[in-house]
């Protein structure tokens, strides 16, 4: 299977900060990434499709980018909603799907 | 409206049996491949399971193969998961997950349930 691996694990950050979040895969995956955020006792929401695509309704201060191995996530100014749990999802065709560990984003 | 509620969770002897559901509306459920991913509380996710559109193709993690089994019934627009023989590892909130596309994994989750939790303990 395909390893997801994100860093950091934990981020510390103010209101208004540019954050940056990163995922490697351990074989490339094209652009058949998906970001995801995730608030306490609530599912995950869908933020990005195929490595940059923004899903319907996501603020355009999240902005995803990257191929092959290495992509990114950015939010461009972080605000009060923003602090949350993000993890990365690949959606390669020939196998299951396989998260990163997780990115905490936290209030500094 | 895309709603998924899942049901069937609690708490269970190792060994023993559950089924969980997962009520799909607000979509055509029969265009689109459906999973099941879990969650151990405060841990990270991890896909258990998926269905192709019409339940041509499934997969399973190897860490629950050979004791769960998906199935879907698109006339009542309903995803099941089977799970025998539980261990306490199984222990997790599981969540019964939409894909973007028919086939298996070629779509990204777009939508999902709140989840049910599942307890396995003595």
């Known amino acids: 299977d395909i390893q997801m691996t994100q860093s950091p694990s934990t981020l510390s950050a103010s209101v208004g900060d540019r954050v940056t979040i990163t995922c490697r895969a351990s074989?490339?995956?094209?652009?058949?990434l998906a970001w995801f955020q995730q608030k306490p006792g609530k599912a995950p929401k869908l933020l990005i499709y195929k490595a940059s695509i923004l899903e319907s309704g996501v603020p355009s201060r999240f902005s995803g980018s990257g191929s092959a191995t290495e992509f990114t996530l950015i939010i461009s100014s972080l605000q009060p909603d923003d602090f949350a749990t993000y993890y990365c999802?690949?959606?390669?065709?020939?196998?299951?799907?396989?998260f990163g560990q997780g990115t905490r984003v936290e209030i500094k | 409206e895309v709603q998924l509620v899942e049901s069937g969770g609690g708490l269970v002897q190792p060994g023993r049996s559950l089924r969980l559901s997962c009520a799909a509306s607000?979509?055509?459920?029969?265009?689109?491949?459906m999973h099941w991913v879990r969650q151990v509380p405060g841990k990270g996710l991890e896909w258990v399971s998926g269905i192709t559109w019409n339940g041509g193709t499934i997969d399973y993690a190897d860490s629950v193969k050979g004791r769960f089994t998906i199935s879907r019934d698109n006339a009542k627009k309903s995803l099941s998961l089977q799970m025998n023989s539980l261990r306490p590892e199984d222990t997790a909130l599981y969540y019964c997950a939409k894909a973007a596309m028919a086939t298996l994994f070629q779509g990204a989750p777009d939508y999902w349930g709140q989840g049910t939790l599942v307890t396995v303990s003595s």
């Open positions: 074989q490339s995956i094209r652009t058949w």
């Open positions: 999802q690949q959606y390669n065709s020939y196998g299951p799907w396989t």
């Open positions: 607000g979509f055509t459920f029969a265009d689109f491949a």
